[in-house]
């Protein structure tokens, strides 16, 4: 079946510092959405990338599709503490299922 | 928050018991799903539901069945809860946008 990884599992960063996260996937990818959760919450979207190299921005975060659609990122500026949590990609492989990455847990140190 | 509720919130029980947790939408929404989350795999799908009375597996539905007997709720059992079985359980709606919304979770023990 389906796997997405993402990488890396977690990260450390100074307050202040950029960060990124990756995903990819072992076939080819429908729709890209991405994920925050925040500690002790529930995931909440952010945001969904549907074609081939796109990229959206949301402040400071930056997401990109890959151009084969296999892969996906997710890329914060100048981290806040309030960037605390973990992120997961997920691909909405059609038939409404979606299919969760490992996600990436980010912890900021301020 | 879509209006996604799910009880009980925390739930304490012991081996070979049976387990029924709920979740309940007020806006109408056609899909709803049950993940279980744990260290290290992230959310993994165990059901999920396209309408009343259907529903198809996730890739961890051993163990678990559903029921949707009404728009608003879908139910997920443990016929048999094993410790294996212990996790937080996320209920999920889907938006007609592909966004899904997520309830508060259900943490569980089985001891």
């Known amino acids: 079946g389906q796997q997405v990884m993402q990488i890396p599992q977690y990260q450390h960063v100074q307050e202040g510092e950029d960060f990124t996260t990756y995903c990819n996937s072992s076939?080819?990818?429908?729709?890209i959405q991405w994920y925050k959760q925040r500690p002790g919450g529930h995931p909440v979207f952010l945001i969904q990338?549907?074609?081939?190299?796109e990229v959206k921005k949301q402040k400071r975060l930056t997401f990109q599709f890959g151009e084969a659609k296999k892969n996906s990122s997710l890329h914060i500026t100048a981290t806040q503490t309030t960037d605390v949590g973990t992120y997961f990609c997920?691909?909405?492989?059609?038939?409404?299922?979606?299919?969760f990455g490992t996600g990436t847990k980010l912890q900021v140190i301020p | 928050d879509a209006g996604i509720t799910q009880s009980p919130r925390h739930k304490v029980t012991e081996t070979g018991t049976p387990v029924t947790l709920r979740c309940h939408q007020t806006?109408?929404?056609?899909?709803m799903y049950w993940y279980r989350q744990d260290p290290g795999h992230g959310l993994r799908l165990i059901h999920y539901?396209?309408?009343?009375?259907?529903?198809d597996k996730g890739e961890v539905s051993d163990g678990y069945s559903v029921s949707r007997s009404k728009t608003e709720d879908f139910l997920l059992t443990l016929e048999s809860a094993t410790s294996s079985q212990t996790s937080v359980y996320f209920c999920?709606?889907?938006?007609?946008?592909?966004?899904?919304?997520f309830g508060p979770g259900t943490r569980l023990t089985v001891l």
């Open positions: 997920a691909d909405n492989g059609g038939y409404q299922k979606v299919t």
């Open positions: 076939t080819t990818l429908s729709n």
């Open positions: 990338l549907v074609k081939s190299g």
């Open positions: 806006e109408n929404h056609r899909y």
């Open positions: 539901s396209y309408g009343v009375k259907d529903t």
């Open positions: 999920a709606i889907l938006t007609s946008g592909d966004e899904q919304f």
